[in-house]
T-cell receptor, first 113, second 116 residues
Framework: AQSVSQHNHHVILSEAASLELGCNYSYGGTVNLFWYVQYPGQHLQLLLKYFSGDPLVKGIKGFEAEFIKSKFSFNLRKPSVQWSDTAEYFCAVESGGYQKVTFGTGTKLQVIP | DVKVTQSSRYLVKRTGEKVFLECVQDMDHENMFWYRQDPGLGLRLIYFSYDVKMKEKGDIPEGYSVSREKKERFSLILESASTNQTSMYLC???????????????FGPGTRLTVL
């Protein structure tokens, strides 16, 4: 069964600091990869996704993620975080058919003004 | 805008009660999902459905059942609620890009269920 690991459970950064959140998955076949974000009091929403093509994908609000197949990784990055990026971030992997998606345990990001 | 609505934001039930959680989407999505979200455990898939009257077990189906009689509606049923089912329940829907490829999931606001 697919498993998704997010190494950082809670990250605290100052505004303008750079961000990198790790995501690794276990299944070695064809995968579709997602990052979702949940801002305080809001619905989970898509940040970005990778299905194929350029392994560096750009999402909303200046976020990007790089798919490295050899490392089974899909890390999320942002060069300069803002207070409004305070949220919980979830990595998700679709694999094995039947459109089943496995989520990681989430990373809470707190950005200090 | 895609809209996924859930019947209740907060629900309090007693142990042993039968509980129905309803989810409705307005985008004609083929796929619908039920997750529970618990601190430190992320989202765990309970059941999903890729068509009317079709359902597949997710990772934690025990103690739950589902019903999809209409394309826009997906119900989660707790046959006999227990305290360990206290959680946030999230519904989601997505288009299908083929038999094995899904797309972005759109989430509802969640139902926080407390079982006493």
């Amino acid at each position: 069964a697919q498993s998704v690991s997010q190494h950082n459970h809670h990250v605290i950064l100052s505004e303008a600091a750079s961000l990198e959140l790790g995501c690794n998955y276990s299944y070695g076949g064809t995968v579709n990869l997602f990052w979702y974000v949940q801002y305080p009091g809001q619905h989970l929403q898509l940040l970005l996704k990778y299905f194929s093509g350029d392994p560096l994908v750009k999402g909303i609000k200046g976020f990007e993620a790089e798919f490295i197949k050899s490392k089974f990784s899909f890390n999320l990055r942002k060069p300069s975080v803002q207070w409004s990026d305070t949220a919980e971030y979830f990595c998700a992997v679709e694999s094995g058919g039947y459109q089943k998606v496995t989520f990681g345990t989430g990373t809470k990001l707190q950005v200090i003004p | 805008d895609v809209k996924v609505t859930q019947s209740s934001r907060y629900l309090v039930k007693r142990t042993g009660e039968k509980v129905f959680l309803e989810c409705v989407q307005d985008m004609d999505h083929e796929n619908m999902f039920w997750y529970r979200q618990d601190p430190g455990l992320g989202l765990r898939l309970i059941y999903f459905s890729y068509d009317v009257k079709m359902k597949e077990k997710g990772d934690i189906p025990e103690g739950y059942s589902v019903s999809r009689e209409k394309k826009e509606r997906f119900s989660l049923i707790l046959e006999s609620a227990s305290t360990n089912q206290t959680s946030m329940y999230l519904c989601a829907s997505s288009f299908s890009n083929g038999p094995t490829v899904g797309d972005t999931q759109y989430f509802g606001p969640g139902t926080r269920l407390t079982v006493l």
